[in-house]
Each structure stands twice: as structure tokens, then as C-alpha cells.
T-cell receptor
Framework: QKEVEQNSGPLSVPEGAIASLNCTYS??????FFWYRQYSGKSPELIMS????GDKEDGRFTAQLNKASQYVSLLIRDSQPSDSATYLC????????????FGTGTRLKVLA | NAGVMQNPRHLVRRRGQEARLRCSPM?????VYWYRQLPEEGLKFMVYLQKENIIDESGMPKERFSAEFPKEGPSILRIQQVVRGDSAAYFC??????????????FGPGTRLTVL
């Protein structure tokens, strides 16, 4: 089983809709979870971090964490064509040192 | 520019040559991480360094790859005798000087290595 799993997509949503991106992880003791956005040919950009169960909102973005289900999601409200990118989920695991494990990313397409 | 700096942004090498990739962390950051990303694939951890120390190199190929972060100057990822399979984007990230699970990593623009 992969340590961090994401649906590769593409996930297509119409402009103005809510985009829901999901991520599951296998390490039960993970404590920190991150969402990065990566435009084609560019580097990953941190958009959200979440450490506690529940929801965390920042502008149009909401991260949701459920440690019991080992599940973290990212909701993007009022999706815009400029949100079209690949969204990477990262989980911080401890194996002697803290290390990020990235999912392969979900490609989001927002249709105008 | 207080962000993570990487150079060169693009590097072309012939098979058998050496590639040197440089990374300067954000101001105030002392932890550096190197990742490799192949086209249409995710980020793969390679190595984690602090000043003058390699903390975790579990993602580094056993041969031809090495990394350092000297007391002065940038971190360097060195690939000797490059092969076509080394063609990828190499990203550096940095985080603050604290070994915590809550540390956020910030990425540089990457170096795109092409091996002819």
C-alpha cells in the first residue's frame, strides 16, 4: 500500500463550483498534513497545512482532516480557471527524522 | 528575494558528464531537502540536510549521487556520470531550524536537468 494516495484525475469542475480533492495515508502516527498546488512546469506552492481533526478554512480553501479514517481533503469553493493545477497532498512522517511523503497529485481542471 | 533560490534553472548535460545543482534556503532556514520529480509523477524525497550534516539520505540512489550543505554557501546536489534516466526536475525545499512535525517546507523554482 502506498503511503499517501491520491486520485490522479483529471477532476473537472465547472467555474464557480466546489472542487473536492481527497487524500488517504497509511501511517497512523502522522501528525502534520499539507496541501501544495503545482502549476505545470512550476514548483509546488504551499496553500494549506492542517494538524488537528476537523476543518481549517483560509479564503476559498478548506482543509479537512480525519485521523481516525486516515483521510485529508481539500475543498476549493467558487473554483476559478486559475485554480487549474495539480494538487499535491503531503504527510509528515517520523522514521528517525521527520520527512514529507507526497502523493502523486490530483490534476484539477476548472472549466470556464 | 527572501525565497528559496536554485540555480541553474535549466541544465543540459551529455551522458557521462557531471551535474551540480545549487540551493540557497530561505533566510532564517537551516534545513534543506532535495526532491526529484519525473514527468507526470509525484515528488520523490532524496535527502535531508542541515548545515554540515546529512540527516536522512534514504531516498538517494546508492551510486553517482551525493549532497552537501557546507557551513558557508549553498547546498549542492551532485550527480556524477549522468545517464538519460537522470533527466528530471530537481526541487529544493527549506524549513525553519526546528525538528518538528509541524515544520512547513517551502520550495525553490527547481532545476530542470536534461541529459542528452
Amino acid at each position: 500500500q502506498k503511503e499517501v494516495e491520491q486520485n490522479s484525475g483529471p477532476l473537472s469542475v465547472p467555474e464557480g463550483a466546489i472542487a473536492s480533492l481527497n487524500c488517504t495515508y497509511s501511517d497512523r502516527v502522522s501528525q502534520s498534513f499539507f496541501w501544495y498546488r503545482q502549476y505545470s512546469g512550476k514548483s509546488p506552492e504551499l496553500i494549506m497545512s492542517i494538524y488537528s481533526n476537523g476543518d481549517k478554512e483560509d479564503g476559498r480553501f478548506t482543509a479537512q482532516l480525519n485521523k481516525a479514517s486516515q483521510y485529508v481533503s481539500l475543498l476549493i469553493r467558487d473554483s476559478q480557471p486559475s485554480d487549474s493545477a495539480t494538487y499535491l497532498c503531503a504527510v509528515n512522517i517520523y522514521s528517525g527524522t521527520y520527512k514529507y511523503i507526497f502523493g502523486t497529485g490530483t490534476r484539477l481542471k476548472v472549466l470556464a | 528575494n527572501a525565497g528559496v533560490m536554485q540555480n541553474p534553472r535549466h541544465l543540459v548535460r551529455r551522458r557521462g558528464q557531471e551535474a551540480r545543482l545549487r540551493c540557497s534556503p530561505m533566510k532564517g532556514h537551516s534545513h534543506v531537502y532535495w526532491y526529484r520529480q519525473l514527468p507526470e509523477e509525484g515528488l520523490k524525497f532524496m535527502v535531508y540536510l542541515q548545515k554540515e550534516n546529512i540527516i536522512d539520505e534514504s531516498g538517494m540512489p546508492k551510486e553517482r549521487f551525493s549532497a552537501e550543505f557546507p557551513k558557508e554557501g549553498p547546498s549542492i546536489l551532485r550527480i556524477q556520470q549522468v545517464v538519460r534516466g537522470d533527466s528530471a526536475a530537481y526541487f529544493c525545499a527549506s524549513s525553519p531550524p526546528s525538528s518538528s512535525s509541524y515544520n512547513e517546507q517551502f520550495f525553490g523554482p527547481g532545476t530542470r536537468l536534461t541529459v542528452l
